[in-house]
């Protein structure tokens, strides 16, 4: 049996970033991963969509030409060659994971690992031991107990399919399948959205999602809530059947894609050979990311059950629980400051706080919103969509949250990003100066 300092069962982002923390301390580090090396953001998801979403971005600036006097024909996408040029973005990528670990001295096992008690683990029949256990486990598709439901896609399932579907259903209308619902039908799929809930986006502000409903439904996306699916079937011709509550006539459809939502995939661990206990839900901790029933083991990441499912969310919680492990700093991750995008055609972004969220904390806030649309910025560029609400403190002029749909939303995000972790207010942001003409300039007018 071999000891280690500190063994990290997963090899994403919070994992690794831990790794390199107690590494540069120089301790023994062993990394467990059952996938590849480099976790979902790079390999499975926010990466390869990204360029997905790219061109959908193109294609939408196209058919807005018309309006720059611009005269184009109808666009074509050819969806296996976008497909073979996403997973360029992908191919290798596990490679320079682990040669970078290996340049530093880092030993990685590859396998699916398991506790066996509670400061040790087994990948694949060999054992390991640690004075320190972090638990960076990816999250999974969210699997829901509905008979045929093993004929949905994953989205790692979509972007890797060459042939663009026909037809297409999401069961559940959360933040990828907006995403891939925005791409697919600038494509040319027929997409329909079924959410279970009043309103899809429960995280996101009402009005910001009511206008990411708008802009969906104008290019045809069927956006459907209060929708319960009861069954999925395959039929002889390859299509499939949706059977929705209430409704006589099933949904027919070339592919149904499970986004459902993601959940920390920890069932495989056998967490209770550690003295740990998972109801599915929860996991029991004493601070941010120590065990409260075994304090040698750590959870960061997707692992970390009710956290914000976000890369850069994964990479903070590694750095403070390696810093956690290492140094003994147990500091909690601060979270309303980092931005969130929604990469739909027009982009969402968010950060800090929404209204509901302020009334919670019986903030006092004054919420200004604006439509963009008339704006020079946005006509410029033909923009369908240019949105925001701003929340700010009355007491305090601080801003505490920001929420935005539009051309650049991911970038201009930032800024009210800075301000709200820097205590900047809003009449600051107003007496800066900016580039012009610029979105970003439109700040001042925000606030």
């Given at each position: ?26 301790w ?8 590849d090396?480099?976790g ?13 979403v790219a061109?959908?971005?193109a ?7 018309s309006a ?12 296996g060659?976008?497909?073979r040029?996403?997973?360029?973005f ?11 670990l290996?340049?530093r ?6 396998g ?6 509670e ?13 320190k256990?972090?638990v ?11 008979p ?5 896609l994953?989205?790692a399932?979509?972007l ?15 933040v990828?399948g ?6 697919l ?14 309103r ?26 209060e ?11 390859g ?10 006539d ?5 592919v149904?894609a ?8 920890l ?5 209770d ?22 304090g ?11 956290r914000?499912?976000l ?10 629980a390696?810093?956690?492990i290492?140094?003994g700093?147990?500091?909690e ?30 903030l ?16 410029t ?17 601080r801003?505490v ?5 539009g051309?650049?939303a991911a ?7 800075s ?29």
């Open positions: 049996m071999k000891t280690h300092d500190l063994i990290v069962l997963g090899a994403g982002n919070a994992g690794l970033a831990a790794a390199s923390i107690a590494n540069e301390a120089g023994s580090v062993l990394v467990a991963e059952s996938l090396v480099g979902t953001c790079p390999l499975r998801g926010c990466v390869p969509k990204k360029v997905l061109a959908a971005e294609l939408d600036i196209i058919r807005r030409a720059h006097g611009i005269t184009v024909s109808e666009p074509k996408l050819d969806w060659q976008l497909i040029r996403e997973r360029t992908v191919e290798g990528v596990p490679a320079q994971f682990a040669e970078s290996a340049r001295g880092i030993e990685l096992m590859k699916h690992a398991r506790f066996v008690s400061d040790s683990i087994e990948v694949d029949g060999r054992r390991f031991t640690a004075e256990i972090l960076a486990t990816c999250s999974a598709p969210r699997q829901l107990a509905i045929g439901f093993e004929h949905a994953s989205s399932d979509l890797a399919r060459e042939a663009l579907p026909r037809s297409i259903a999401f069961v559940g209308a959360g990828i907006f995403e891939l619902a925005h791409v039908a600038r494509a040319g799929s027929q997409v329909t959205l079924l959410e279970v809930a009043e899809p986006l429960p995280r996101n502000d009402p009005d910001q999602v009511a206008e990411l409903v708008r802009v969906s439904e104008a290019i045809g996306i069927e956006v459907r809530t929708v319960r699916v009861e069954a999925v079937a395959r039929h002889g011709d299509s499939l059947a949706v059977e929705v509550a209430g409704e006589t099933p949904l027919r459809v070339d149904v499970n986004a459902a939502g993601r959940a920390p995939a069932s495989g661990l056998a967490l050979a550690a003295g740990i206990s998972w109801d599915g839900a929860t996991v029991p901790l004493a601070g941010p990311f120590r065990s409260a029933e075994n040698r083991v750590f959870f960061a990441g997707d692992a970390l059950p009710g914000p499912l890369s850069p969310v994964a990479t903070l919680e590694g750095k403070l390696g810093r956690h290492v140094h700093e147990e500091m991750p601060r979270y309303d400051a980092i931005p969130s995008a929604i990469y739909t055609v027009p982009t969402l972004a968010s950060v800090g706080l929404t209204e509901r969220a302020a009334a919670d904390r019986d006092d806030v004054g919420v200004k919103v604006s439509d963009m649309r008339s704006w020079r910025s946005a006509r560029y033909a923009e369908e969509a240019a949105w925001a609400k701003v929340l700010v403190e009355r007491g305090t002029d801003v949250g920001a929420h935005l749909v051309h650049g970038e201009t995000v930032h800024a009210f990003a301000a709200i972790e820097h205590g900047w207010t809003a009449s600051y942001l107003k007496s800066r100066s900016y580039a012009y003409p610029t979105f970003h300039a439109d700040l001042k007018y925000l606030v």
